[in-house]
Nanobody, 124 residues
Framework: QVQLVEFGGGLVQAGGSLRLSCAASGRSFSTYMMGWFRQAPGKEREFVGAITWNGGSTFYADSVKGRFTISRDNTKNTAYLQMNSLKPEDTAVYYC?????????????????WGPGTQVTVSS
């Protein structure tokens, strides 16, 4: 069992930066694929990015590639989402998720555990 909590959301102006953290409790954090998703009002939850268990590979949605960076520190049981050059269309609730089995990374059903989410609002 893994429990996840996101931190670091808030209000930022367009062009600004935020760093989200995802703190995990429980065992075996270092064995999980970690993903980030977001959901804007009236829209489906969408993939933002993911990172393999050892941080060796990262994957990003085209909409955030070059602006967002995912990392993890397995000694701290924490994953991170660094968001730069933020745009108003990045406004959403951001969720971190953990996958026990690497069956896929791009869909919510690929993940077993979820945090409650943190709001990110980008003003124009």
């Amino acid at each position: 069992q893994v429990q996840l909590v996101e931190f670091g959301g808030g209000l930022v102006q367009a062009g600004g930066s935020l760093r989200l953290s995802c703190a995990a409790s429980g065992r075996s954090f270092s064995t999980y694929m970690m993903g980030w998703f977001r959901q804007a009002p009236g829209k489906e939850r969408e993939f933002v990015g993911a990172i393999t268990w050892n941080g060796g590979s990262t994957f990003y949605a085209d909409s955030v590639k070059g602006r967002f960076t995912i990392s993890r520190d397995n000694t701290k049981n924490t994953a991170y989402l660094q968001m730069n050059s933020l745009k108003p269309e990045d406004t959403a609730v951001y969720y971190c998720a953990a996958a026990m089995v690497y069956s896929g990374i791009y869909y919510p059903d690929d993940y077993n555990y979820w945090g409650p989410g943190t709001q990110v609002t980008v003003s124009s």
